[in-house]
């Protein structure tokens, strides 16, 4: 063991107990210079020393979104995911439970698994030849006889040690320790119930495959841009006008929706005061009850007509779940922080157990918006590639956060709301990127 | 056999011959027209070019996918053909604000088949690979692509039916693809 490793710290997070890429440690990001007020330094967007540090404080420590159970359905089923830049096999066991994996051998550090996707019992390591089970376990070496007394047990696929699930939407810790995911999410986890209310079978499918959309662009300009109920009557006039939507009113002045700050970097916004001004079943999708007739009925079959009504006029959440869950009605996007200036957004459309004719309208309209080519996302893409260029200008500095301050309030559990184009999201998520930058 | 091979004609361009060469001719002057209509973004001539049953497809993640039951980067039918032109026309695609300065590079092209259509008319299914250099705010870009197009001889005049545009890294995250490919 060389002299490096025998002095790192008990306190590394297991991915570097485990031989994983060692981070140089950090030295402290000084917040107070960079963080005061309502105003947010330009630098912390832009810094490669934030970025590294936002690695190990955040990404490889917080909860992270990494999959859906949808995507692994059968036993030793696979999916090739990620935390932040880190590679993680999803894999689902013999057994039934779902693993999430480092994609390295622990002989010389070469990738295991090189599929998209697919159904395995083992994962082979082509160099030498090592196999590994799906829940990470060596089973087996090539020529055992080198390796005579050698305990496998210790020689298994890195793994996040934490897995936890929600409604079928798996997270992962790369810390040994923490919160429970259900201490992580809070209040927000009543968005994660709606979105599968909306399902007769009261459960989600992500099984449409993703859209890989990349931009120059640091990832906190997307989580922010999630939820900023600013940007869309001037960001997306163009595809509101030429679509004709109704979907510009939302964001306007007059707007009676609302953002709102859940606490622990989660935000929303919450449309549903304006879907209960226009009282009609399937208005938030643009749409009618009339139109999705058979949905109609599963809907009401399940949940009785009262609460399948209520169901149908709120519509599905618009939420943040931080660092990198992102719903948006009719999709599902998972950020993905490569380096300070790239980062992917994957996107599908929602899809519901027991609901077909809708699924195939949220696929049409998922294409259309959203992706490389979207009427949406390009347009969002663009800005976040721009105010990446933009804050490395040297003045003024800072970026101003403070919209809507002075009608900030409480809603009656205790979340912090204001309207609907207010900045209350971005604050959150900055008081809560702070929390967790500043933690020992 | 299925019945519609048994109407089409072989006809992919090989030295031993097989297709007229006026009419490969033909063929690779409208594929190089619509190249240049999209790089000089003359949207509205572009979407001229297009039948009113017409699907412009940019898959994701593979070749071959159902479009109908996954994702694709486009998957448009003639009517979203048209929204995606009149947000390029509406001067607030901001993406596209200064638009892209763009050079396509079309070769390669082969015409594999040839089929009597309804009405009289000829449909020829058609092959090509495609570079397209990219220059914007961002930096500079190359996209590489296998296209496959499906044009309708109506009387001499030839419009677009299907165009099919696999991108060599359709399987990778892509920067924003926002001009016409």
């Given at each position: 063991?060389?002299?490096?490793?025998?002095?790192?710290?008990?306190?590394?997070?297991?991915?570097?107990?485990?031989?994983?890429?060692?981070?140089?440690?950090?030295?402290?990001?000084?917040?107070?210079?960079?963080?005061?007020?309502?105003?947010?330094?330009?630098?912390?967007?832009?810094?490669?020393?934030?970025?590294?540090?936002?690695?190990?404080?955040?990404?490889?420590?917080?909860?992270?979104?990494?999959?859906?159970?949808?995507?692994?359905?059968?036993?030793?089923?696979?999916?090739?995911?990620?935390?932040?830049?880190?590679?993680?096999?999803m894999t689902r066991d013999r057994a039934g439970k779902v693993h999430l994996l480092l994609n390295r051998c622990p002989h010389r550090g070469n990738?295991?698994?090189?599929?998209?996707?697919?159904?395995?019992?083992?994962?082979?390591?082509?160099?030498?030849?090592?196999?590994?089970?799906?829940?990470?376990?060596?089973?087996?070496?090539?020529?055992p006889d080198g390796y005579e007394g050698q305990d496998m047990g210790a020689l298994g696929l890195g793994r996040v040690p934490r897995v936890e699930s929600y409604r079928g939407f798996v997270f992962g810790s790369l810390a040994a320790e923490g919160p429970s995911l259900a201490a992580h999410l809070g209040g927000a986890a009543q968005t994660l119930d709606r979105v599968c209310d909306a399902s007769p079978e009261g459960e989600v499918d992500l099984t449409a495959g993703f859209l890989q959309h990349r931009v120059k662009a640091n990832w906190k300009f997307v989580l922010e841009n999630e939820t900023d109920g600013y940007h869309p009557a001037f960001v997306h006039a163009s595809i509101f006008n030429v679509a004709e939507s109704g979907i510009g009113a939302l964001y306007g002045p007059r707007s009676t929706a609302l953002t709102r700050d859940f606490g622990n970097g989660h935000t929303e916004l919450d449309l549903r005061p304006e879907f209960r001004r226009l009282d009609k079943p399937m208005g938030w999708f643009g749409t009618t009850a009339e139109r999705l007739p058979d949905y109609t009925a599963r809907m009401e079959a399940a949940y009785g007509p009262e609460r399948a009504r209520r169901i149908m006029v709120d519509g599905v959440p618009h939420v943040m779940i931080f660092p990198n869950l992102f719903i948006a009605e009719i999709q599902v996007f998972v950020l993905q922080a490569r380096a300070v200036d790239d980062t992917v957004q994957h996107v599908t459309a929602l899809q519901y157990k027991g609901a077909p004719d809708l699924n195939r309208r949220l696929r049409q309209q998922t294409m259309g918006s959203v992706g490389p080519a979207g009427f949406l996302l390009a347009d969002d893409s663009e800005m976040y590639e721009r105010t990446h260029r933009g804050v490395q200008s040297l003045q003024p500095e800072w970026l101003f956060l403070g919209r809507g301050r002075h009608r900030e309030r409480l809603d009656e559990d205790g979340h912090m709301v204001a309207h609907a184009t207010d900045e209350v999201p971005s604050r959150g998520i900055w008081r809560h990127w702070r929390s967790l930058m500043e933690a020992a | 056999m299925p019945a519609a091979a048994q109407v089409a004609v072989a006809a992919r361009t090989c030295p031993s011959g097989g297709v007229d060469p006026a009419l490969q001719r033909r063929l690779?002057?409208?594929?190089?027209?619509?190249?240049?209509?999209?790089?000089?973004?003359?949207?509205?001539?572009?979407?001229?070019?297009?039948?009113?049953?017409?699907?412009?497809?940019?898959?994701?993640?593979?070749?071959?996918?159902?479009?109908?039951?996954?994702?694709?980067?486009?998957?448009?039918?003639?009517?979203?053909?048209?929204?995606?032109?009149?947000?390029?026309?509406?001067?607030?695609?901001?993406?596209?604000?200064?638009?892209?300065?763009?050079?396509?590079?079309?070769?390669?092209?082969?015409?594999?088949?040839?089929?009597?259509?309804?009405?009289?008319?000829?449909?020829?299914?058609?092959?090509?690979?495609?570079?397209?250099?990219?220059?914007?705010?961002?930096?500079?870009?190359?996209?590489?692509?296998?296209?496959?197009?499906r044009l309708r001889d109506s009387g001499g005049d030839l419009r677009m039916v299907r165009k099919k545009v696999a991108l060599v890294n359709l399987d990778r995250p892509l920067f924003t693809l926002s001009f016409l490919i």
């Open positions: 063991m060389s002299a490096a490793q025998s002095t790192m710290p008990p306190t590394m997070p297991p991915i570097m107990q485990g031989g994983g890429p060692a981070l140089a440690p950090q030295p402290a990001i000084d917040l107070d210079s960079r963080l005061r007020d309502d105003h947010v330094h330009g630098s912390l967007y832009s810094d490669p020393a934030v970025f590294a540090a936002e690695l190990e404080k955040i990404w490889y420590r917080t909860w992270v979104y990494v999959g859906h159970e949808s995507e692994v359905p059968q036993p030793d089923d696979f999916v090739m995911k990620s935390i932040g830049p880190q590679p993680v096999i990738q295991v698994c090189m599929t998209p996707k697919g159904n395995a019992r083992t994962f082979t390591c082509p160099f030498h030849k090592w196999t590994f089970a799906n829940d990470g376990k060596l089973t087996a070496f090539a020529f | 690779e002057a409208f594929i190089h027209h619509e190249a240049r209509l999209q790089d000089e973004h003359d949207y509205a001539a572009w979407e001229e070019l297009w039948t009113d049953d017409a699907i412009y497809w940019v898959p994701a993640n593979a070749d071959d996918i159902d479009p109908e039951r996954e994702m694709s980067i486009i998957y448009d039918n003639r009517s979203r053909i048209g929204v995606r032109v009149r947000q390029l026309l509406s001067g607030k695609r901001f993406t596209q604000e200064p638009a892209s300065r763009l050079r396509h590079l079309v070769t390669n092209i082969e015409i594999d088949t040839v089929t009597p259509g309804a009405g009289g008319t000829v449909e020829y299914a058609i092959g090509c690979n495609v570079l397209v250099f990219e220059s914007n705010t961002r930096g500079e870009t190359l996209w590489g692509a296998r296209t496959e197009y």
